[in-house]
């Protein structure tokens, strides 16, 4: 089953103005991992945040997580066309020594011109 | 590094026939991922490899699906028979260490239609 949960599953916004998607999970967690996919490609990496950190900045984007409520949200700043893609959180889950990332079922940013 | 290759691009094929995917995983990378994606059901994580050795294929959908890493820049996922409902874009990644939190890096998947 998935362990991510993506909301809003669509989100159309205006260029300049802020996007701001959040992601439920439901075991524990080491990291969380959000990524992006323009359509048709793969997917590609865009911040990573640990268990024991609360809020992390890259550029335009802020990712925070509660751990407690087993969530986080991932906020894209001044939003531009380019930001136009699936959205998607990942979360690691191991037992017994072994990894393997969860991703949740994405969110799909329009960002109109 | 060209990054994780992936082929073919797409795949067309009838129902019933073999279908083998190919992925080149990033040079020094242990871990590497199949994935699934389609509408329905999303990223669905198939199998992982650690140092070329299975270590979870619990999401393999049934024996019809196999993979195999023969070495460390080689990885093949093999559908055998297929069926239309194994239509979806299969993904590739690889990873140093995904225990320490080191991302995932995604091939550009290929496009399988089962007619």
């Known amino acids: 089953s998935q362990q991510g949960e993506e909301d809003p599953q669509a989100l159309s916004i205006q260029e300049g103005e802020n996007a701001t998607m959040n992601c439920s999970y439901k075991t524990s967690i080491n990291n969380l991992q959000w990524y992006r996919q323009n359509s048709g490609r793969g997917l590609v990496h865009l911040i990573l945040?640990?268990?024991?950190?609360r809020e992390k900045h890259s550029g335009r984007l802020r990712v925070t997580l509660d751990t407690s409520k087993k969530s986080s949200s991932l906020l894209i700043t001044a939003s531009r066309a380019a930001d136009t893609a699936s959205y998607f959180c990942?979360?690691?889950?191991?037992?017994?020594?072994?990894?393997?990332?969860?991703f949740g079922t994405g969110t799909r940013l329009k960002v109109l011109a | 590094d060209a990054g994780v290759i992936q082929s073919p691009r797409h795949e067309v094929t009838e129902m019933g026939q073999e279908v083998t995917l190919r992925c080149k995983p990033i040079?020094?990378?242990?871990?590497l991922f199949w994935y699934r994606q389609t509408m329905m059901r999303g990223l669905e994580l198939l199998i992982y490899?650690?140092?070329?050795?299975?270590?979870?294929d619990s999401g393999m959908p049934e024996d019809r699906f196999s993979a195999k890493m023969p070495n460390a820049s080689f990885s093949t996922l093999k559908i055998q028979p297929s069926e239309p409902r194994d239509s979806a874009v299969y993904f590739c990644?690889?990873?140093?260490?995904?225990?320490?939190?080191?991302?995932?890096?995604f091939g550009s998947g290929t496009q399988l239609s089962v007619l």
């Open positions: 990942a979360t690691d889950r191991t037992r017994s020594g072994t990894y393997k990332y969860i």
């Open positions: 490899f650690n140092n070329n050795v299975p270590i979870d």
């Open positions: 945040i640990r268990s024991n950190e």
């Open positions: 040079s020094g990378h242990d871990y």
């Open positions: 990644a690889s990873s140093l260490a995904p225990g320490i939190g080191e991302k995932l890096f």
